[in-house]
């Protein structure tokens, strides 16, 4: 299947948005969905991490406290709630595949996904 992500925008510093990665044809049942960003000249970074075996997630310092990870019951779709955003929130955020089992760690290493949506341009200004 593909992942599609949706959600970008442009916001002001302290406002919200939620993203939304779909398995188009297909489930996310038995995978790990983890959300990156990358920011220009910068390294794509882990974001959030959700085991749709279990529930498990995983977050980044950054973004503890301000984002939630979650699924839909019928686990097509993995979304990202991002609040309080900051200017350097700002950057194109992909979602990706993984084992569910992916530990507190290595979910972090984007090498370690397979499958990667098309990514959305997320824009903190005001």
């Known amino acids: 299947f593909q992942l599609q992500a949706s959600g970008g925008g442009l916001v002001q510093p302290g406002g919200s948005l939620r993203l939304s990665c779909a398995a188009s044809g297909g489930t996310f049942d038995y995978y790990g969905i983890g959300w990156f960003r990358q920011a220009p000249r910068k390294e794509r970074e882990g974001v959030a991490f959700i085991s749709t075996t279990g529930g498990r997630t995983h977050y980044a310092n950054f973004a503890k406290g301000r984002f939630t990870i979650s699924t839909e019951k019928d686990k097509t779709v993995v979304y990202l709630q991002m609040n309080s955003l900051k200017a350097e929130d700002t950057g194109v955020y992909y979602c990706?595949?993984?084992?569910?089992?992916?530990?507190?760690?290595?979910?972090?290493?984007?090498?370690?996904?397979?499958?990667w949506g098309q990514g959305t341009l997320v824009t903190v200004s005001s």
């Open positions: 990706a595949t993984n084992s569910p089992y992916v530990d507190n760690t290595g979910w972090l290493n984007p090498l370690g996904y397979d499958q």
